[in-house]
């Protein structure tokens, strides 16, 4: 008897997916769960998507997401970043029920236990897919690295720890202090 093969999901499956508070993602045909996020993390993300909104928004310069938002990058490749930008130039992406195609800038919020999945995986994923802009938030260090993507994979643009700020070449002009990001309140 031969070892078992491994099944390759799409997004079918995907779609009949039960709806009980996980996070499910499929990343190159293999379903990732996570349970909800921490309290912090959902600071964090709420802090960061108040300020990309408030950048966004008067500009007329796109859309932003919070997760859960689904964005489908292939037919084995369904992902719920914590944050997304789609500029107004590539609004067509959008459908009624998910992204369809890579977003102009991805946010992932992590923290030791998704560190390996943030950092590596879906880093592999998203410049694969034409993710222009990702920004990896480390909770347990509280730090931002911001990576843009070019001919050879992504690049540190930024690496933000205390005192400085947040910015990006996706939203040119964009500053996010540091302590806006990480607040405690």
């Not at 459908?95 to 800038?105: E, I, M, N, V, Y």
Request: charged fraction near 25%; proline fraction near 5%; glycine fraction near 8%.
């Amino acid at each position: 008897m031969g070892e078992p093969q491994a099944i390759h999901l799409t997004i079918r499956d995907y779609e009949v997916l039960p709806d009980d508070g996980n996070r499910y993602e499929i990343i190159d045909g293999r379903l990732e769960v996570t349970p909800a996020p921490s309290y912090r993390h959902q600071s964090v993300s709420g802090n960061l998507h108040f300020h990309l909104m408030n950048w966004v928004r008067p500009r007329n310069l796109g859309k932003v997401f919070a997760a859960p938002a689904d964005v489908q990058l292939a037919f084995d490749a369904i992902v719920q970043p914590d944050l997304l930008f789609i500029s107004s130039e590539r609004s067509s992406i959008l459908g009624p029920q998910r992204c369809k195609g890579a977003p102009d800038l991805v946010v992932e919020i992590f923290s030791h236990a998704s560190a390996l999945r943030d950092t590596e995986v879906k880093r592999s994923l998203y410049a694969r897919h034409g993710v222009r802009e990702y920004w990896l938030v480390d909770l347990d260090l509280e730090q931002i690295v911001v990576l843009t993507l070019s001919e050879t994979g992504y690049e540190e643009l930024v690496r933000v720890g205390e005192g400085g700020a947040v910015s990006s070449s996706v939203l040119s002009g964009l500053s996010i202090p540091w302590s806006e990001v990480f607040r405690k309140d």
